[in-house]
């Protein structure tokens, strides 16, 4: 499970990077796909930070050049390898 929500956090942050396919198009897709990375995020990780996560997440994905940022990705290593040396657990 831990493993197969890297992969999908790879993938859905691909799937945001697309919109630079698309001069002109993309920034219109964001405004459609931002909702959707917040929400993704918080049903991903559920606790509080997957709430702040789908924050920055959404906020990322309205701001013009800003999809570079892959936040799926940096929520799966702070919850996975930061939060968990924070808490001293070894994986």
């Known amino acids: 499970m831990k493993y197969g929500k890297l992969v999908l956090s790879i993938i859905l942050d691909l799937v945001g ?6 001069p002109g198009i993309g920034e219109g897709a964001d405004l459609i796909w931002a909702p959707l990375a917040g929400f993704l995020i918080t049903r991903m990780y559920p606790d ?24 799926f990705t940096l929520m799966w290593i702070y919850t996975y390898v930061y939060k968990r040396k924070e808490i001293g657990e070894v994986s």
């Open 48 to 71: 509080r930070s997957g709430k702040i996560g789908g924050l920055i997440g959404f906020v990322e994905e309205l701001i013009p050049g800003m999809d570079v940022i892959p936040t």
């Open 17 to 22: 990077m697309g919109s630079y396919l698309y």
